[in-house]
């Protein structure tokens, strides 16, 4: 149980293009979305807090305008990078909090392997 | 705000031999420490938790002690096998229900 689906795994593309990941909880539901960024031999850098049906709550320093979020259902949300640039290659995870309460633990997705050239 | 210190940063223990990850945190209001292994890669997995009201947990080869009053908890993993190989993260759960990261553990096993 508790599986979270994230796709895609890989993603190479030039410089100026946007780029949209999905990350899905397939058998449970999820209020609670979290995208995290983590750079090699460094621990996950959370990024921003998905709730659904509300707009997310950005870390400080993530550009909200940049890494957009949408939350728009209960095993959905997407992260899509805007325009992005060499910088913005990384490693994204997302993991999903199941439901009945807020103690509740994470699940995380493969990740998203970024690379920008 | 919650901080989670983690060490060492690697360790390297020889096959069949306990191995040893020691965390503190801050925020004495923090009560839910899961633990997870990332292999190269890889999403990080759950391994093990614990929540304040108890002191020690086990699952066959892991446990996870915690201390409140110091504000100090540990991952053991006895007769470690070379599949144990990874990166280990403590984690504790702040006050907004976020989970703050420990920098990780490169746990080595050596044939």
């Known amino acids: 149980g508790a599986v979270v689906s994230q796709h895609p795994s890989r993603v190479i593309c030039k410089s100026g293009t946007s780029v949209k990941i999905e990350c899905r909880s397939l058998d449970f539901q999820a209020t609670t979305m979290f995208w995290y960024r983590q750079f090699p031999k460094q621990s996950l850098m959370l990024m921003a807090t998905?709730?659904?049906?509300?707009?997310?709550?950005?870390e400080q320093g993530v550009e909200k305008d940049k890494f957009l979020i949408n939350h728009a259902s209960l095993t959905l949300s997407t992260l899509t990078v805007t325009s992005a640039h060499p910088e913005d290659s990384s490693f994204y995870i997302c993991?999903?909090?199941?439901?009945?309460?807020?103690?509740?633990?994470?699940?995380f997705g493969d990740g998203t392997r970024l690379s920008i050239l | 705000g919650e901080n989670v210190e983690q060490h060492p940063s690697t360790l390297s223990v020889q096959e069949g031999d306990s191995a040893v990850i020691k965390c503190t945190y801050s925020d004495s209001a923090s009560n839910y420490f899961p633990w997870y292994k990332q292999e190269l890669g890889k999403r990080p997995q759950l391994i093990i938790d614990?929540?304040?009201n108890v002191g020690e947990k086990k699952d066959q080869r892991i446990a996870v002690t915690l201390n409140k009053t110091a504000k100090h908890f540990s991952l053991h993993i006895t007769e470690t096998q070379p599949e144990d190989s990874a990166v280990y993260f403590c984690?504790?759960?702040?006050?907004?229900?976020?989970?703050?990261w420990g920098a990780g553990t490169k746990l080595i096993i050596k044939p």
């Open positions: 614990i929540r304040s």
């Open positions: 984690t504790a759960m702040d006050s907004n229900y976020q989970l703050i």
């Open positions: 998905s709730n659904e049906g509300s707009k997310a709550t950005y």
């Open positions: 993991s999903a909090r199941e439901r009945g309460g807020l103690g509740q633990p994470q699940h």
